[in-house]
């Protein structure tokens, strides 16, 4: 069982901001990363589709015989994580509820979140900051333009600057001690939000998220310490831009195509 791979997913090169964190701290696992970017931005997508596709994942990784999956995706943890966690004989870890209670716990007043709309939709991060922390108020705001800045490398034209910086004012408003980038794109653009706020206003949730995970693997004796290959890397489509997009956190290399998710097209 320990020598199995970890299956990590995403839309696209966001969740490449969760895999760096875990290979850095773990490097000697053999990994396998699904991004689906034929399927992106999820953030678009209703909570009927997001169970669908992420079913469709968890099959897919069910055939790679992995000990543990990933969800290195906030929308498709708010979204498919309670409707899908109990049928699958893997550990499932997803990142909006792992991390929620570390950020809860340090007692902010005023936290804001960043994410996709279908994210926001859920609330999952408003329930799951207040179930630890009930007086914390929670100001969510939905960044739809930003996945595909980042999975397009557009982080530098300045339209692109223009929607960063007035959802960033947007935000400023509600006097927010800390905001969450709840969504793993939007690391990405931690250049261009530095340039208008602290840098440590920001909390990228990556780090955290993956030292919960190695704890918890050492906790259920799932380390294994002896890798067989390096990380492979699928995707559903365009794994040239995938490729590109993806240098900010980890240089892959290659990019396998495969077919898994094309029937969710529409
Ligand atoms: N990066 C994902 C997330 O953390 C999904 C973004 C998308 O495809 O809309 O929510």
Redesign the pocket.
Known sequence: MTDKPIGVF???V??LSVFSELYKLMPDENYIYFGDTIN?????KSKEELIKITGNIFDFFTSKNVKAVVMA???TSAAAYEALKDKYDFKIYP?VQTISKEIALKNYKKIGVF??QA?INSHAYKKELQKYNPICEVFELACPKW?NIVENELQNKPESINNIKIQLDLMLKNEVEKIIL????YPYLINVLKQFAPEDLFINPAKAFARNIISDLKEKNLISGKKDYEPIFYVSSNPIQFISASKLFYNVEEAVETDISKSLIK
């Not at 992106?40 to 678009?44: F, I, V």
């Not at 709840?182 to 794109?185: E, F, K, N, R, S």
């Open positions: 995403d839309s696209g966001g969740g992106l931005p999820y953030g678009s995706c906030n929308t990142i994410a996709t994210t996945v709840g969504c793993t794109h």
